[in-house]
């Protein structure tokens, strides 16, 4: 059974899942950072894969995609950055998100077994709806990886058919537009969050806007957990030399604990 | 979708093997009194002998029987659709299928009131037919109804969701034609038969007319295995919404009647036919001919589609529309259209478009549109499409997004085909008239792929060579060109599967060309799929080619055209002088070239006073 399956995460409660970008500032520190995050306790971990043209993220996440392929990032590296983590004591079950075109370019198969070989947990492609999802879904299944699926409000009558196929966590995207920080969210979710939660047979996580200790308190009481990106890969970018500079790489590290801490407390 | 088949009225068990052997989708007896009225039990021993392929139904055919009588034959000859064919109520219908268990069409006879009939049985029967009646017999007399009505029963029975065949007087000499109103079914019987009996050349025809018709997309949006809908799940909603609301107008009269009148009125439709002789002349070989959709209003094909989705936006009740745009054209078309139906307007621009088409950038704001500057990655068409998206993601509830050519999630490559097919409708229709006959080869240039496409789709179950022609910018075996099927590989952009210019990584790259219209890393998923069946033949030419063509309409014809128009005549520089003087070759002229004046004068300046 992968990490995601496990009692430890869907027993758990008040989930916080952080998201970072492999590869940014460099495939070395976003590994430190990715061990750092689970010193600060969280729950599981999103990796991003760089990538071009990237439709559901939006400027802040871009720009660290930048970064990352600046700096050499690409899928490749991602998959190999995990399988290092992992070597390194990465525990957290962890969750491969990457845009569509770089898994059709390296070829699903070999995303899937590579998936395997480091041994990834879950994979989310935001663009990559249910309807054209069958074959990584079977080859998932086979290796035992979950795929996460995005739940919108805008779903409607869709939401009871994706929350069946629930596999891992829900995504429930708490506002339409990409992600990125925002002040306030439609008092409408709580309600659509209730109703998906009766019909899915595994805990939802929130995410898109979640920036502040209030959000995260917010969306814990109504969903099953929340999932951070943009605020903390901010966070992260504002950094981005102290990160690479080893004298000033600890304490780097240090306040983005404490930042993720503060968050969660 | 391809049109469900029956063939109906077998009259023994050799008729039935033929049917079966045929592979037609529906199998059907009659049990009324006719002339191929047969033996219930008798079917049922058939069908046990020689069993249907699991795909295959077998209808029974009867006209105002009784429900125990129905029930009967159901059981004795092993029927899974009940035809009503006669004057049977709703009440009835209702009884018939609750007493057998089995699917129920009702027949409806082609009339003033043929709708208002279908309307009444919605939601209690399982499809229908459309038959013509004459004084003497129910249905089945073999003549054919007039055909320009059939939109209007598909609409209603796809908005029913069920299937609606289309009976009476369908014969191999006039089915090509019936396919073109893209009926649901068809219903055959005297069709093929010969001298009574049911004839195995004619069915094997019928199939393969209705398996070999061009049938793109199917209800996924899938053009072969390219296409689809590749978006996050916020949009997925508006696009199924969509949809439903193309789908909707693609069968309303008042739509087509309003938006053919706006192309008369407002655009300039139909534009001209010319036959370019010093051209030809001067090439020495083919004949050519030039569709000139650059005395479109604004100067281009874009419009075309834009007023017809401006029209769709209307209809759907949203009030703002956006559009991408790389060297302005579409913007320019969707600011127009915007004034004109009185919407609000958000173009989206790469700041680096921005900067080298100043004079198309100040012409959107005129028309009142608010042009918004995109520095994301390269800052041109792509960069500007992705912008466009999240915007629309985040303001889906009141905001249309006016797509500009034949790519983009499913239904927008499918939609914008079908708007700019009036360019290829008009065209033969023109050349009918003309010479009475079809060109021989047909070209236009692609970028995204919209006036090839509406070009090319009118004529693609015709015998006719088409040619797409990309731009190779300084050359395919450089770095920079925008020759997409030329170089490209498979991957998602922007919602669809395509060919894509990429890096190793599946990270997309900037293309080049000297056309701003041309210089987009994809390519219209359709477009895609015609080049893997070998239906149309794609080139690329580099920059210096069309530049070299353009002056040659320049001073042949008096005619200035787009550069992006020029790549597609830089073809025809090369074919025409291989053809014969008999052999006709058409261009589509998309655009006309003065918002081009700039940069053809910085290009051949040097070389003039």
């Given at each position: 059974m992968n990490r995601i399956k496990k009692s430890n995460f869907q027993d758990k409660k008040d989930r916080f899942v952080p998201y970072i970008m492999s590869g940014d500032p460099s495939y070395d520190a976003a590994i430190?950072?990715?061990?750092?995050?689970?010193?600060?306790?969280?729950?599981?971990?999103?990796?991003?894969?760089?990538f071009s043209d990237p439709l559901a993220d939006g400027p802040v996440i871009q720009a660290a995609g930048d970064r990352s392929r600046n700096a050499g990032g690409s899928l490749?590296?991602?998959?190999?950055?995990?399988?290092?983590?992992?070597?390194?004591?990465?525990?957290?079950?962890?969750?491969?998100?990457?845009?569509?075109?770089?898994?059709?370019?390296?070829?699903?198969?070999?995303?899937?077994?590579?998936?395997?070989?480091?041994d990834i947990d879950g994979i989310l492609i935001p663009d990559l709806p249910f309807e054209e999802s069958e074959e990584l879904r079977e080859l998932?299944?086979?290796?035992?990886?979950?795929?996460?699926?995005?739940?919108?409000?805008?779903?409607?009558?869709?939401?009871?058919?994706?929350?069946?196929?629930?596999?891992?966590?829900?995504?429930?995207?708490?506002?339409?537009?990409?992600?990125?920080?925002?002040?306030?969210f439609s008092d409408d979710l709580a309600a659509s969050i209730e109703t998906l939660k009766t019909t899915a047979t595994v805990p939802v996580l929130a995410g898109f806007g979640i920036s502040t200790r209030e959000h995260v308190q917010h969306f814990q009481s109504i969903a099953d957990g929340v999932i951070v990106g943009s605020a903390l890969v901010k966070f992260i970018g504002e950094r981005n030399l102290l990160l690479q500079e080893e004298e000033t790489k600890q304490k780097a590290l240090e306040e983005i604990k404490e930042f993720v801490q503060e968050l969660i407390s | 979708m391809k049109p469900l088949l029956k063939f109906c009225g077998m009259m023994n068990e050799k008729d039935y093997k033929k049917a079966v052997a045929s592979n037609t989708d529906l199998i059907g007896f009659i049990f009324a009194p006719s002339k191929r009225q047969v033996d219930p039990g008798e079917v049922g021993q058939w069908a046990t002998e020689t069993p249907a392929s699991p795909h295959q139904k077998l209808v029974g055919v009867f006209v105002n029987e009784t429900v125990e009588k129905i029930a009967r034959v159901v059981q004795d000859a092993k029927i899974d659709i009940v035809q009503c064919h006669g004057n049977e109520s709703v009440e009835e219908i209702r009884t018939v299928k609750s007493f057998t268990g089995v699917?129920?069409?009702?027949?409806?006879?082609?009339?003033?009131?043929?709708?208002?009939?279908?309307?009444?049985?919605?939601s209690v029967v399982d499809g229908y037919l459309i038959d013509t009646k004459t004084a003497n017999a129910w249905g089945g007399s073999g003549i054919a109804f007039d055909w320009e009505a059939i939109p209007s029963y598909t609409k209603e029975a796809a908005r029913q969701g069920v299937p609606c065949l289309i009976a009476g007087g369908v014969k191999l000499d006039n089915i090509q034609a019936l396919l073109k109103y893209n009926p649901l079914g068809i219903d055959l019987s005297?069709?093929?038969?010969?001298?009574?009996?049911?004839?195995?050349?004619?069915?094997?025809?019928?199939?393969?007319?209705v398996n070999e018709t061009y049938q793109q997309p199917d209800h996924l949006g899938r053009f072969g295995p390219f296409?689809?809908?590749?978006?996050?799940?916020?949009?997925?909603?508006?696009?199924?919404?969509?949809?439903?609301?193309?789908?909707?107008?693609?069968?309303?009269?008042?739509?087509?009647?309003?938006?053919?009148?706006?192309?008369?009125?407002?655009s300039g439709r139909p534009t001209a036919l010319t036959k370019a002789e010093r051209l030809s002349n001067h090439y020495g070989g083919a004949t050519i001919y030039l569709k000139r959709e650059d005395l479109n209003h604004t100067g281009a094909h874009k419009i075309n589609n834009a007023l017809a989705q401006g029209l769709l936006a209307i209809k759907m009740g949203k009030k703002q529309i956006i559009a991408e745009t790389g060297a302005g054209q579409h913007g320019v078309a969707s600011a127009t259209v915007a004034a004109r139906f009185g919407l609000s307007c958000k173009v989206f621009m790469g700041a680096e478009d921005m900067r080298r088409q100043e004079l198309n950038v100040f012409r959107m704001r005129l028309l009142g549109a608010e042009?918004?500057?995109?520095?994301?990655?390269?800052?041109?068409?792509?960069?500007?499409?992705?912008?466009a998206i999240r915007h629309w993601v985040a303001n889906v509830h009141d905001t249309f997004y006016l797509i500009g050519s034949v790519v983009g999630p499913h239904p927008y490559p499918m939609m914008v085909r079908d708007f700019q097919s009036v360019i290829g409708e008009e065209t033969k229709s023109q050349l009918a008239e003309r010479i009475g006959r079809l060109p021989d080869e047909v070209v236009a240039c692609v970028g995204g792929g919209?006036?090839?496409?509406?070009?090319?789709?009118?004529?693609?179950?015709?015998?006719?060579?088409?040619?797409?022609?990309?731009?190779?910018?300084?050359?395919?075996?450089?770095?920079?060109?925008?020759?997409?099927?030329?170089?490209?590989?498979?991957?998602?952009?922007?919602?669809?599967?395509?060919?894509?210019?990429?890096?190793?990584?599946?990270?997309?790259i900037e293309p080049y060309s000297i056309s701003a219209g041309l210089d987009y890393p994809g390519i219209g998923p359709e477009h895609a799929h015609l080049r893997d069946t070998g239906r149309v033949k794609y080139e690329a030419v580099t920059d210096s080619e069309a530049m070299a063509a353009l002056e040659d309409l320049c001073k042949l014809e008096g005619i200035l055209p787009a550069i992006e128009t020029a790549h597609a005549l830089a073809y025809v520089r090369k074919q025409a002088p291989k053809m014969n003087k008999d052999d006709v070759l058409l261009v589509c002229l998309s655009g006309r070239g003065d918002k081009d004046v700039h940069t053809i004068q910085e290009v051949l300046g040097g070389d003039k006073e």
């Open positions: 430190d950072i990715a061990l750092e995050l689970q010193n600060a306790g969280v729950d599981a971990l999103e990796w991003g894969v760089p490749t590296s991602a998959l190999k950055g995990i399988k290092e983590a992992r070597t390194r004591g990465l525990e957290l079950p962890v969750v491969l998100f990457t845009y569509v075109n770089p898994v059709l370019s390296y070829g699903i198969e070999n995303v899937v077994s590579a998936m395997r070989e480091a998932c299944g086979k290796e035992d990886i979950s795929v996460i699926s995005l739940i919108a409000p805008s779903s409607k009558h869709r939401m009871e058919k994706i929350s069946r196929l629930g596999d891992g966590f829900l995504y429930y995207v708490t506002s339409l537009g990409v992600t990125g920080t925002r002040q306030s | 699917d129920v069409y009702k027949t409806i006879h082609h009339n003033d009131r043929a709708l208002e009939e279908m309307k009444k049985y919605s005297s069709g093929i038969e010969t001298n009574g009996e049911k004839d195995e050349r004619k069915m094997s025809g019928m199939t393969k007319a296409g689809g809908k590749y978006v996050p799940e916020t949009l997925m909603y508006a696009l199924e919404e969509l949809e439903k609301a193309y789908e909707e107008v693609k069968h309303d009269e008042n739509f087509s009647a309003e938006l053919l009148r706006e192309m008369k009125e407002y042009v918004i500057e995109v520095h994301s990655g390269g800052k041109t068409l792509k960069d500007a499409t992705n912008e919209s006036n090839a496409m509406g070009m090319f789709y009118p004529f693609i179950n015709d015998d006719v060579a088409l040619t797409g022609v990309e731009a190779a910018g300084k050359g395919t075996d450089t770095s920079e060109h925008a020759a997409t099927l030329t170089k490209g590989r498979k991957g998602v952009l922007h919602g669809s599967l395509s060919y894509l210019l990429q890096d190793e990584h599946g990270n997309i």
